[in-house]
């Protein structure tokens, strides 16, 4: 019997979109322990985004925002972007960035049971 366990397909890691790049720009400037920021993306459109320091701590309050708007929307408004609503969560490190290992230790840590597909 054959496995197909390994997907040749690599998997490139996953980084900001342009727009979201200029809000992390933003928040590591007003976060100087950030090593990382936060993103999170939802089904709405809507983002929200936060620094991390080197501990996996929040390094700067929860940003939400949505491109192109003055506000998030109504849904967000209701429910703060509810987690079941996330479509991807992950962190995009300032480069170098840390080891591969603390990598995935802050992300477990961050961003916890949010799929991270
Ligand atoms: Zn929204």
Redesign the pocket.
């Known amino acids: 019997m054959k496995e197909k366990k390994n997907s040749k397909a690599s998997k490139s890691r996953r980084v900001a979109e342009k727009n979201e790049k200029a809000m992390i720009a933003g928040i590591l400037e007003g976060s100087p322990d950030g090593i990382g920021v936060a993103v999170i993306r939802?089904e709405?459109?809507?983002r929200k985004m936060a620094a991390v320091d080197k501990e996996g701590e929040p390094a700067s309050k929860i940003v939400a925002y949505?491109d192109s708007a003055m506000s998030?929307?109504?849904?967000?408004k209701k429910d703060h972007?509810d987690f079941s609503?996330v479509t991807e969560a992950f962190i995009d490190w300032v480069e170098p960035g840390p080891d591969a290992a603390t990598r995935k230790k802050i992300e477990v840590k961050v961003l916890g049971n949010y799929p991270q597909a």
Not at 72 to 76: E, G, P, T, V
């Open positions: 939802l709405c459109g809507c949505r998030i929307c109504d849904k967000c972007g609503r």
